[in-house]
């Protein structure tokens, strides 16, 4: 799975009467060692999370329906990220429909006394959606992630209270980027547009949305409708108290994109070491400083960005396009890049996490 691509968010609390308000004391409280579970996801450990949910399995630890569907979360998320598309189905399967009595908290008043709703984890209905693409199936991973967004708007509608609603707004703009992508990976620039200003009318102004649609404009050529787009992301950014260098950055990318769409190599670069500046760890500024300076003929600083990225935060930096950008490099400025792209992918093998697809440095 690509890096970049957004990751599901953790599974829901299953509350009383709302899954997304009740408090508990510790993950533990929902599901047997979700907190040891959620660390090893954060370092991206899957196989060991594989371990972990089947060692669990053979001692029947997972005592409860809602302990069986947030293991089978994690099993079928590791498998999906270590490109095992084929059993994370197998294991998907296993599951009547996600609308069944046996997966509401209600069918169980003994176990979940006074809960009441779903407790199928977000994730997985994410998966749901994702597997069939990952699989060759695109259209019917379009047609359930169409279908996953409908199931978002329906809680919106229902006008829960307004955490509820802040955490359905997410999904909903969650769920609309993965069918965004897929568009866009077809060059479907029309459905994008009408699925972007579809959010926006209803009033989700999300800078990062706002920011998609100036890219999609560009795609199709409407430059001033994405200075537009990008001119209220900007203004948005001046009028934050918070000051947040996300937000900040996310502005001066923008337009690093408007000069190197106009070939102002030189201006995007400036605008990206703003981004470092702010952010050591903004890996799209570091990875498109260095193409700009590839484009500039600087190859040996567009080489020391992305070298010296790695070596300052590489569980951060290190993701395929920009090991992909680097063996480019490598193959550009050295007789003897094989060697060179041995090393890199030696280290690569000690550091990197689970799923990183160490094919990409092409040895």
Same mark, same amino acid.
């Given at each position: 799975?690509?890096?970049?691509?957004?990751?599901?968010?953790?599974?829901?609390?299953?509350?009383?009467?709302?899954?997304?308000?009740?408090?508990?004391?510790?993950?533990?409280?929902?599901?047997?060692?979700?907190?040891?579970?959620?660390?090893?996801?954060?370092?991206?450990?899957?196989?060991?999370?594989?371990?972990?949910?089947?060692?669990?399995?053979?001692?029947?630890?997972?005592?409860?329906?809602?302990?069986?569907?947030?293991?089978?979360?994690?099993?079928? =998320?590791?498998?999906? @990220? #270590?490109?095992?598309? &084929? +059993?994370?189905?197998?294991?998907?399967?296993? *599951?009547? $429909? %996600?609308?069944?009595?046996?997966?509401?908290?209600?069918?169980?008043?003994?176990?979940?006394?006074?809960?009441?709703?779903?407790?199928?984890?977000?994730?997985?209905?994410?998966?749901?959606? =994702?597997?069939?693409? @990952? #699989?060759?199936?695109? &259209? +019917?991973?379009?047609?359930?992630?169409?279908? *996953?967004? $409908? %199931?978002?708007?329906?809680?919106?509608?229902?006008?829960?209270?307004?955490?509820?609603?802040?955490?359905?707004?997410?999904?909903?703009?969650?769920?609309?980027?993965?069918?965004?992508?897929?568009?866009?990976?077809? @060059?479907?620039?029309?459905?994008?547009?009408?699925?972007?200003?579809?959010?926006?009318?209803?009033?989700?102004?999300?800078?990062?949305?706002?920011?998609?649609?100036?890219?999609?404009?560009?795609?199709?050529?409407?430059?001033?409708?994405?200075?537009?787009?990008?001119?209220?992301?900007?203004?948005?950014?001046?009028?934050?108290?918070?000051?947040?260098?996300?937000?900040?950055?996310?502005?001066?990318?923008?337009?690093?994109?408007?000069?190197?769409?106009?070939?102002?190599?030189?201006?995007?670069?400036?605008?990206?070491?703003?981004?470092?500046?702010?952010?050591?760890?903004?890996?799209?500024?570091?990875?498109?400083?260095?193409?700009?300076?590839?484009?500039?003929?600087?190859?040996?600083?567009?080489?020391?960005?992305?070298?010296?990225?790695?070596?300052?935060?590489?569980?951060?930096?290190?993701?395929?396009?920009?090991?992909?950008?680097?063996?480019?490099?490598?193959?550009?400025?050295?007789?003897?890049?094989?060697?060179?792209?041995?090393?890199?992918?030696?280290?690569?093998?000690?550091?990197?996490?689970?799923?990183?697809?160490?094919?990409?440095?092409?040895?």
């Amino acid at each position: 799975m690509d890096s970049n691509s957004p990751q599901p968010e953790p599974t829901p609390v299953p509350p009383s009467t709302d899954p997304l308000t009740n408090q508990f004391t510790s993950l533990n409280d929902l599901a047997h060692e979700l907190t040891s579970l959620q660390d090893l996801a954060n370092r991206g450990s899957w196989l060991s999370i594989l371990d972990k949910v089947n060692r669990a399995r053979s001692l029947s630890l997972l005592n409860t329906p809602h302990d069986h569907l947030t293991y089978l979360a994690y099993i079928v =998320l590791s498998l999906t @990220k #270590l490109r095992r598309f &084929q +059993e994370a189905q197998t294991e998907l399967d296993s *599951l009547d $429909d %996600f609308n069944s009595h046996h997966y509401r908290y209600e069918t169980y008043p003994k176990i979940y006394p006074n809960r009441s709703g779903s407790m199928v984890p977000f994730s997985l209905r994410w998966l749901h959606a =994702l597997l069939p693409i @990952k #699989l060759g199936n695109r &259209q +019917e991973g379009l047609d359930r992630f169409y279908l *996953l967004l $409908d %199931f978002v708007r329906e809680k919106l509608n229902r006008n829960g209270n307004e955490e509820s609603d802040k955490v359905w707004r997410k999904r909903e703009v969650f769920v609309v980027n993965h069918i965004i992508n897929q568009h866009l990976s077809n @060059k479907e620039f029309s459905v994008c547009l009408d699925l972007i200003n579809s959010l926006i009318s209803r009033g989700n102004l999300d800078p990062a949305l706002l920011s998609k649609l100036g890219y999609v404009q560009m795609q199709i050529g409407d430059l001033d409708g994405a200075n537009v787009s990008f001119g209220k992301v900007e203004k948005m950014a001046s009028e934050s108290e918070e000051n947040e260098s996300g937000l900040r950055n996310l502005v001066s990318r923008n337009k690093a994109l408007v000069y190197l769409v106009g070939k102002d190599y030189l201006s995007a670069v400036r605008e990206y070491d703003e981004c470092i500046e702010r952010d050591g760890m903004d890996v799209v500024a570091i990875n498109n400083k260095a193409i700009c300076l590839m484009y500039l003929r600087d190859l040996s600083d567009s080489i020391k960005v992305l070298e010296n990225s790695l070596e300052r935060v590489p569980t951060v930096a290190l993701n395929e396009t920009l090991v992909v950008n680097l063996c480019s490099m490598y193959e550009l400025a050295y007789v003897n890049h094989s060697d060179t792209k041995r090393t890199l992918s030696n280290w690569i093998a000690r550091v990197a996490p689970d799923d990183f697809d160490s094919s990409c440095t092409r040895v």
